[in-house]
């Protein structure tokens, strides 16, 4: 069930992405088209992560024979593979990560390192530019009377 949720967010966040880019490409002014680009991008990238979480888990929720541990956890080696009990998933920031049976936990490469740092990176930029660009266009309007 958590993978049908992971798929439908991320195509959710295709159609995010793609509404924002059709809506920068139309907007006038520099700063609100680069706003709304650059948030096109993390949200893509985002969307991104979770497709690769949501594949983690299906690999995860995987039964039969060599099921246990589960696919994504195995990458830490057979020793530490071992110990796994069970796995979580974390939205921000966004990973996969395998429970040890000691209560600690490890995160496994299911997402790119790059996701994360990236959507973060655009998000501020993207939300830098949005400001610039309210800020911007109150001192250029004139006052209503």
Known sequence: ML???LLLAAL???VIATVLTVRGFRASGRLRTAALLVGAGA????AWG???VGYAVLQAEDGGAGSAPAGP???AGPQVASLVVGYDVSFLPL????????????VTSAVPGYVNQGTAGLGLV???CAVLATTT???VRPPVA
């Open 50 to 52: 979770l497709l690769n």
């Open 73 to 75: 956890c195995r990458e």
């Open 137 to 139: 266009a109150r001192r």
């Open 126 to 128: 993207a939300a830098t």
């Open 3 to 5: 993978f049908l949720g």
């Open 43 to 46: 949200v893509a990238l985002y």
């Open 12 to 14: 959710a966040g295709a």
């Open 95 to 106: 990973r996969f990560e395998c429970r040890l049976t000691g209560g600690g936990a490890y």
